[in-house]
Structures are given as C-alpha cells and as structure tokens.
C-alpha cells in the first residue's frame, strides 16, 4: 500500500472552508484515494472516494493533483460538528482488501 | 448508502469473562469483513479478516485463540474476546464492503469493552 502523509492538526474557522492536504507521492495507477473521518467514539464515516478526476458530493470537494502524487479534501463551510479526526487512504480497488489507518489529520472548527 | 451494525455499543464485564461481539452488513451481502481495535489516542489497528465460510486471517501479533471469529453467514460475523483481561480493554470496530471493485468500506460504530 502507498503510504499517506498528513499534519498532524488543523484549525479552521466555523463558516470557512477546511482545506485538508495529504500526500501519497508513492500511490500507483490502479490505487484510489479515499477519506474518512472519526467523530470522538465512533467508526470511521466515509466522505469520498476517487481515482484520477475530481470529485464531489453533498460532503465535500476531493482535489486529485494530476501527477496524483498529492490530494486535499475541501469541506466548503465547516461546523461545529465537522471536528473529527480525518484519514486519508490510498488503496488498491479489489474486494476483500483492507484499508490501513494512519495517524490523520486532527482537524479542530473553532467557533 | 450501505450500512454496517454493530453490536453491542458497550460492554463492561469482569476479567476471565468471554465478550461477543456482532457485525451484520445490513443491506448488502460481504463475503469478507474487518476486525479492528483501537486504543485511546491511537489510529485503528487491523487484528483479522474475516472469510465467509473459511477460517479468518489474523494479523501479527494478533492471538486467533483469544479472539475468536466466525462469519457462518454473508451478512454476519462475529468476534468473541475469550477469558478477556483488562489489557483486552479497548474499542473494536468491524467494517465490510459492497460489491464492487472500487467501493468505500463502511464501518459499524464501534463496541467499546471495558474489562474490570
């Protein structure tokens, strides 16, 4: 598995868009890339998945640089509630693979 | 969208006490399934694939004989902490994925075992 490098925290103002970077400069052609994020006390929430393109969905905006070296998961107007833990994974498409759990990113909304 | 149920959400029992622990895919079928733990401030850990109708595979490190798993259906599969201690301590949380050589994993809530 291509291994991901993310800060270890970020802060972001209620209201203002959360930009979260992650790195992957080792990902290959047949790797996807995917977030989640962990609320205190509960399992992983899948917010989005993509390959090469850009992508989006009533969550948030995933940036694929076009060397795929690279990725940001953009949460438009962050709330309250947006404070969690965010992981981002690359992985190989396939059935029974399992996905491996880096630190993450510790993102705080801050009122 | 697909989801994955977990139960129980909490347990508490005392040392030397045997904990099962269920996950069910709710609206898809998983021939495979995840077993992870969790330690305070920590990253999940994968302890074990769980196999529809085959024996599971446990990471390293990870003791088969003291966390028992059986996946007997394609919506079901279980994990039993046996003889637990209070190092057993810890949130489990299980995870499957729909059909589908892309498709996200989904994972359940998680059970939080405190061992006394």
């Known amino acids: 598995d291509a291994k991901t490098t993310q800060p270890p925290s970020m802060d972001c103002a209620e209201g203002r868009a959360a930009n979260l970077p992650c790195n992957h400069s080792?990902?290959?052609?047949?790797?996807?890339v995917y977030w989640y994020r962990q609320i205190h006390s509960q399992g992983p929430q899948y917010i989005i998945h993509?390959?090469?393109n850009n992508e989006t969905n009533e969550m948030a905006s995933l940036i694929i640089t076009e060397d795929r070296k690279s990725s940001t998961l953009i949460l438009p107007h962050a709330t309250l509630r947006d404070t969690a833990v965010y992981y981002c994974?690359?992985?190989?498409?396939?059935?029974?693979?399992?996905?491996?759990f880096g630190p993450g990113t510790r993102l705080s909304v801050l009122p | 969208g697909a989801v994955v149920s977990q139960h129980p959400s909490r347990v508490i029992c005392k040392s030397g006490t045997s904990v099962k622990i269920e996950c069910r895919s709710l609206d898809f079928q998983a021939t495979t399934m995840f077993w992870y733990r969790q330690f305070p401030k920590q990253s999940l850990m994968l302890m074990a694939t769980?196999?529809?109708?085959?024996?599971?595979?446990?990471e390293q490190g990870v003791e088969k004989d003291k966390f028992l798993i059986n996946h007997a259906s394609l919506t079901l599969s279980t994990l039993t902490v046996t003889s637990a201690h209070p190092e057993d301590s810890s949130f489990y949380i299980c995870?499957?994925?729909?059909?589908?050589?892309?498709?996200?994993?989904?994972f359940g809530d998680g059970t939080r075992l405190s061992i006394l």
């Open positions: 994974i690359v992985r190989v498409g396939g059935y029974g693979q399992n996905f491996v």
């Open positions: 080792t990902i290959s052609g047949n790797e996807y």
């Open positions: 769980s196999n529809e109708g085959s024996k599971a595979t446990y």
């Open positions: 993509g390959l090469k």
């Open positions: 995870s499957a994925r729909p059909g589908g050589s892309n498709q996200p994993q989904h």
